[in-house]
């Protein structure tokens, strides 16, 4: 298999190993083997309940994976509580946003700045300028002193961005960032994403419209029912039947497939 | 505090502050030994208050059983100074203050990992147990009999005691909210799981939040014994404690610094208002009065007090929907 596409390098920055994931008889995640190279963006796309908010929380610490491990930067990671793997590297940031909403947007990315990765070596007042720095480079900065209860939905996904990336990552995993945004919203999100793994930050993204996933991703990953069913180039892989399948279902993916036999 | 300088309004509310503390350092020299009595007890309520504030208002985790703290620091700071070592009052109640943080580091470990409801419970349950122990433990505390501690009847001195602890509580307060961990505890309350990935590792940080809120109310368990002179588990372990701090951090603003000491004192105000007029219904009045203010002002007086100042000072026009906004904030939709 290709190591990684475009951007990726060939230093193996998070492995997950037979990643499976029950809640009492469902089976969310069955078995699930997946590297993540640094550098690189790693697109996920899967049917709605296909595991992938499952695994990312897995991955956080968030919630424990049944069975399985998980390296990151080759220290296992799997027992590991969230705010220690947060520390550690790893941001992430929630479909469901989370914001502080009684702080400011300004506070809110401060307290990344003030207990991530490099959260030590600053004072308060050091992260609240970090966070500042955050604002300006996502285009958040005229919110800034507003409360985070105030924002508009697409403020709020920006936030939760400024809030991971204030945590100085090496590895992010965006999930569900742009659901919810119109055309034009998705554009600049797609970039500013760019701008990010840019920077030398390493990204795992979920995400639901197609256009921009294909548009971002050095590889592909697709999972469905808990299992991954494809991974590599992002062309190859949604031509794939078994992927056309899981998207647009039996009859439809046979149909496609008719009309390709016979043009 | 980035800026050097301070602005026109830092000097305004650190002058208005100043001028309100000077008036309450002159109290006693106006007042009645029985007027005083009034404003001791504003300070002591003011403090515990404050503490109750750190865990309730700041990191939002219900603790309702503080008053074990009160009596934990009442006993203690009696049994220290009756005991053979005759150990002086401030000394016995920095160690009744002491070994309230302990107990509140050892029950916060299992207790604090709960969800906010069952800590709430568990601490009821708590505070209920030490009261218990209190009545029971005869060979220390004397049962329901209680202590007698030695007798110091100048009213200053309680006053005196109690608003310097009140004002190194309002400092400690805010150093604390403008520090990592006032940020932390903020977070904690707004989203936990937030907080956690955020690289906050929250347990620890909330039996911080807990042990200091004990602090508060084990100092103003010592203070209250030594001006009571005698220290019985029926009066110090009352629930009603609780709710009073409970309800005084309401009143003036959960998560605010100067809201519980404001809460406090309007309490007072208003029980000790309610008390000479309405001697029969005392308790219905005041209930009354505490309904209207959960209703109208959920989110405390401190809240009416900054959007007041900003129509004062130009920058928003005065309109009721602002009141209501107060009123909507905590409905459910």
């Known amino acids: 298999m290709v190591a990684s596409g475009g951007n990726g390098t060939a230093e193996v920055l998070l492995e997950a190993r037979q990643i499976s994931k029950r809640f009492g008889g469902l089976a969310a995640l069955q078995g699930i083997d997946l590297k993540i190279f640094r550098g690189e963006i790693l697109g996920v796309i899967g049917p709605n309940g296909a595991g992938k908010t499952t695994f990312v929380n897995c991955i956080s610490g968030l919630d424990k994976p049944t069975s399985g491990e998980i390296l990151f930067k080759g220290v296992d990671i799997t027992k590991m509580p969230s705010y220690a793997i947060g520390r550690l590297g790893l941001a992430r940031t929630f479909q469901v946003v989370k914001p502080l909403k009684q702080l400011t947007v300004r506070d809110n990315v401060a307290v990344g700045a003030m207990f991530g990765a490099k959260g030590a070596t600053r004072t308060t007042a050091q992260a609240r300028a970090y966070a500042e720095e955050i604002l300006e480079r996502i285009g958040l900065q005229h919110r800034q002193g507003h409360k985070a209860a105030e924002l508009t939905l697409p403020d709020l996904k920006r936030l939760e961005l400024a809030k991971a990336l204030a945590m100085n990552p090496e590895l992010l995993f965006l999930d569900e960032v742009m659901a919810g945004l119109n055309q034009t919203e998705i554009e600049r999100a797609m970039e500013l994403i760019r701008g990010v793994n840019r920077s030398g930050i390493t990204l795992f993204v979920i995400e639901h419209v197609m256009k921009a996933i294909m548009g971002i991703s050095d590889r592909v990953v697709v999972l469905h029912f808990g299992k991954k069913i494809a991974e590599g180039n992002p062309q190859e892989v949604i031509e794939k039947p078994e992927v056309v399948e899981a998207y647009l279902g039996e009859r439809f993916a046979k149909r496609v497939r008719g009309e390709r036999k016979s043009p | ?333």
């Open chain 2, 1 to 333: 505090m980035p800026e050097r300088k301070l602005s026109r309004r830092q000097v305004i509310a650190a002058a208005s502050i100043l001028v309100l503390l000077v008036a309450l350092l002159f109290v006693p020299k106006f007042r009645s030994e029985y007027e005083l009595l009034n404003y001791t007890r504003f300070l002591i309520l003011a403090l515990m208050a404050q503490g109750w504030n750190l865990i309730g208002g700041y990191t939002g985790y219900a603790a309702f059983g503080n008053v074990a703290f009160f009596g934990i620091g009442a006993y203690t700071t009696g049994l220290l100074m009756i005991s053979k070592w005759a150990v002086p009052f401030f000394p016995a109640m920095f160690c009744g203050a002491i070994l309230a943080a302990l107990v509140a580091v050892v029950i916060g470990l299992p207790v604090l990992r709960l969800k906010g409801h069952y800590f709430a419970i568990a601490t009821l349950g708590v505070a209920e147990a030490t009261r218990e122990i209190a009545d029971t433990w005869d060979s220390v505390t004397q049962g329901s009999t209680g202590i007698d501690l030695p007798v110091r009847s100048e009213g200053e001195f309680f006053y005196y005691s109690a608003l310097a602890l009140v004002v190194l509580g309002v400092i400690a307060t805010a150093l604390l909210v403008r520090s990592k961990l006032g940020y932390a505890w903020v977070a904690i309350r707004e989203d936990q799981d937030a907080a956690r990935m955020l690289g906050i590792n929250t347990t620890p940080l909330k039996v911080l939040a807990f042990a200091l809120s004990a602090v508060f109310a084990a100092l103003a368990g010592g203070l209250t014994a030594y001006q009571n002179i005698h220290v019985t588990p029926g009066d110090f372990f009352k629930l009603e404690y609780t709710l009073q701090m409970i309800i005084a951090t309401i009143i003036g603003g959960t998560g605010t610094i100067f809201g519980p000491v404001l809460g406090a004192g309007v309490y007072q105000l208003l029980s000790t208002y309610v008390w000479t007029k309405f001697i029969e219904l005392h308790p219905t009045v005041l209930g009354l009065i505490i309904i209207f203010f959960i209703i109208f002002a959920p989110r405390g007086l401190m809240s009416l007090v900054s959007e007041g100042l900003k129509v004062v000072r130009g920058q928003k026009r005065f309109r009721w929907q602002g009141l209501l906004a107060n009123v909507r904030a905590h409905r459910v939709t």
